[in-house]
């Protein structure tokens, strides 16, 4: 890696659905280039990007991995990123790194919403982009039939650099249309010999080429003028001008090859040096002063002063807490000290590390432009910049992402009691996707996630890596209960078992209050009727009723107790006495107050395909959701309604098959409302059944 000019640096995310063959796309380019020795394979375990045993386990790339190659004396850094839902947050947050993206597209398998969202981000990120068509040994019909629809979904304007020599089984190379030369492979080998272009694809390349032609002249104010003019227009001012359209997002050029078999792959990491930006392509890069709040900018230059931001962190549990940043300007040295301008604190760098796959490259010096690992940083979290203390900055921080799925917690021993938020907290420093937090109603630990499979293989790595293992359950719904009507009622305790006995009486008046009040306590009494040191003592004994409930176990909520009237013994009266009467009195006074159920309601957002709506919206119906209203956003629509939260527990694989993936939705608290009473006997049967078993089981 001795090479460090900045034009001559790429960092070139890999993006794209999963299943596209990312992962594969990546291991032929490292092997290609000479950077590993063998071509991994996801299949068979052996992919040097998807090394963790749950990504080799689950054949799915769970966070985004790097390793970097020399091609033609460019170094080049390879990030390849998570492409299904439940972990494309890791990829979203890491695309701020790229200069430039390889979006891979399987046109056998179309488009799901993570490749459109992907692509939204990259747009969003100002990303420049080669599309790169894979798997063309696999069965298709058409390739560019396929490929323009998918190209109009992405409302994105492709221009084809190459055309297939062969399709399917007879898929064998690819013509080079710029160049006119065709490059015709070996079988499997990655072997592959340059000739001109076969007779039979003469007419098509040269029509093609015209296209290309004429796309670029579109684009471009001065070739258009020569090509107009009939000028002869040499192959370099052809490749510079498509670089120019590519980064400035004008085109996106169209790629064909074969990850598994080798096809292609040499041409695409050509492109890759001549149409993908380096850092000194990129413009300046915005941020604040983190002290006086103004906008900064700052160029990716050497010579600037030191800053870079923090896009990812990994957590071992022996090798510690590893900081993974792209510098963004001047260098840092390793023992060097630098500011973090989020904390407006001191970090000490120490060892420094290019990323290779699981492996670790020590490098003591790190310049613009290039992307590195921090060990151990002391207060540094994903989204923080480290800076010149002398010049600071601070850049935009991360998106944060809504949780979509949760399931209670249960330990499953005492000895994991506490691993378990131990092992989370040290997870959730690396993915903060991850949320953990203690349902004070329930009292259950509820551990939330972006998807069943996300949560699973959180249970998984907690095991791995931290030896605690937990149950996983459906959470529990925090029902509260509620009075409908007002009633009065006697709570009274006698009694009498020789010696000192127990006396409290009172008389409560109960009543609803409007939503959300909570609870007023009202004291009515005159004459001594109860002394003025027992009523705290009554007021206890409601409020520990209300929060134990009364028809099914729920905290009672919204309602005025007063009370009015009462006795008392001189001898066997106590503050116990009068909290046991207060709270049987309240008991007694609910039981004729009509009581209910309330649920809680959430509001939620459903981003859905088109062609999904009816079905989707039928099945919110069927949840008993309410539809507020619809808008379209491109070729989805976004279903904006209120749902009873136990109806969506377990919504997100439910529309992942509605919708085949493509479906999204977030979810936020709303309110509360009363429970349908058909409804409501189930949960008090429920509880009822519960509490039996309980006393049993004690």
């Known amino acids: 890696m001795a090479v460090t000019e900045l034009e001559k640096l790429r960092n070139v995310g890999i993006l794209g659905q999963g299943g596209s063959g990312k992962s594969s796309l990546g291991e032929a380019m490292l092997f290609a280039a000479g950077a590993t020795q063998r071509l991994g394979r996801v299949q068979d375990g052996t992919s040097v990007f998807d090394y963790e045993p749950e990504e080799i386990k689950h054949h ?79 069965e298709q019909a058409d390739v560019i039939e396929r490929i323009e629809p998918l190209l109009s979904v992405l409302e994105t304007k492709g221009v084809y650099l190459q055309l297939p020599i062969g399709a399917e089984t007879d898929f064998r190379g690819i013509v080079d249309l710029p160049s006119m030369r065709a490059y015709l492979y070996e079988g499997g080998s990655g072997k592959f010999a340059e000739s001109d272009v076969p007779a039979e694809l003469q007419a098509t390349a040269e029509d093609m080429r015209r296209q290309l032609m004429d796309t670029v002249a579109e684009v471009d104010d001065e070739f258009l003028e020569k090509y107009l003019d009939g000028a002869e227009l040499s192959l370099e001012e052809l490749k510079k001008t498509i670089r120019q359209a590519t980064l400035q997002r004008k085109i996106f050029p169209i790629l064909y090859g074969s990850a598994t078999h080798q096809i292609g792959i040499p041409q695409l990491l050509d492109a890759v040096i001549d149409y993908l930006p380096s850092p000194a392509d990129d413009v300046e890069l915005e941020g604040r002063n983190p002290i006086t709040g103004e906008v900064e900018k700052r160029r990716q230059d050497d010579s600037r002063p030191f800053s870079a931001y923090v896009f990812k962190t990994m957590v071992d549990p022996f090798a510690g807490k590893l900081s993974v940043m792209r510098v963004i300007s001047g260098k840092i040295n390793s023992d060097e000290s630098c500011y973090n301008a989020n904390k407006q604190s001191k970090e000490k760098i120490g060892h420094m590390f290019r990323l290779q796959g699981k492996k670790q490259e020590a490098v003591k010096e790190a310049s613009a432009g290039e992307i590195v690992a921090a ?167 409601v409020k520990e009723a209300m929060a134990g409930g009364v028809i099914a176990g729920y905290p009672m909520v919204d309602v005025r107790v007063t009370l009015y009237d009462g006795s008392y013994h001189d001898v066997d009266s106590s503050d116990m006495a009068f909290k046991i009467a207060g709270s049987m009195g309240f008991k007694n006074a609910v039981e004729k107050a009509k009581p209910v159920i309330l649920e809680p309601i959430m509001t939620m957002e459903v981003t859905v395909p088109d062609e999904c709506m009816g079905d989707v919206i039928g099945d919110l119906n069927s949840r008993r959701g309410k539809v507020l209203g619809m808008e379209t956003k491109g070729h989805t629509q976004a279903i904006k309604c209120r749902v009873p939260m136990s109806e969506v527990l377990k919504y997100a694989p ?22 349908p009473p058909h409804l409501a006997e189930k949960v008090i049967k429920q509880a009822k059944t519960q509490g039996t078993e309980h006393h049993a089981a004690q």
Request: glycine share 8%.
């Open 60 to 138: 799915v790339s769970i966070s985004t991995a790097f390793h970097s190659l020399l091609w033609k004396k460019y170094s080049v850094t390879l990030a390849d990123t998570p492409g299904y839902a439940a972990f494309l947050a890791d990829s979203i947050n890491c695309a701020r790194a790229f200069g430039g993206a390889v979006f891979v597209l399987n046109p056998s398998a179309g488009l799901r919403v993570e490749s459109e969202r992907l692509w939204t981000v990259a747009n969003d990120n100002k990303l420049s982009r080669l599309l790169f068509i894979n798997k063309m040994d696999h």
């Open 375 to 541: 060990a151990k940083l002391k207060d540094v979290v994903s989204g923080d910049t480290l800076c010149d203390e002398k010049a600071p900055i601070q850049y935009p921080g991360p998106v944060h992402f809504s949780p979509v799925i949760s399931f209670a917690l249960e330990p499953k021993s005492k000895a994991d009691e506490e691993k378990v938020p131990q092992g989370l907290h040290r997870m959730m420093e690396e993915d903060s996707t991850i949320e953990l937090h203690r349902d004070e109603e329930t009292r259950d630990f509820i551990l939330s996630g972006m998807g069943q499979q996300h949560i699973e293989i959180v249970v998984e790595k907690l095991k791995r890596k931290y030896s605690a293992e937990v149950v996983l359950k459906v959470p529990k719904v925090p029902y509260k209960e509620t009075i409908r009507g007002s009633a009065n009622a006697q709570g009274k305790l006698k009694k009498q078992s020789g010696g000192r006995g127990q006396y409290g009486d009172t008389w409560l008046k109960i009543e609803p209050l409007p939503h959300g009040k909570g609870f007023e306590f009202i004291d009515q009494i005159v004459g001594g009727a109860i002394p003025r040191n027992y009523i705290p003592a009554v007021e206890k004994g």
């Open 654 to 675: 439910d529309l992942r098959s509605l919708t085949s993936g493509r479906g999204e939705f977030h979810l936020e608290f709303s309110h509360y409302e009363e429970l």
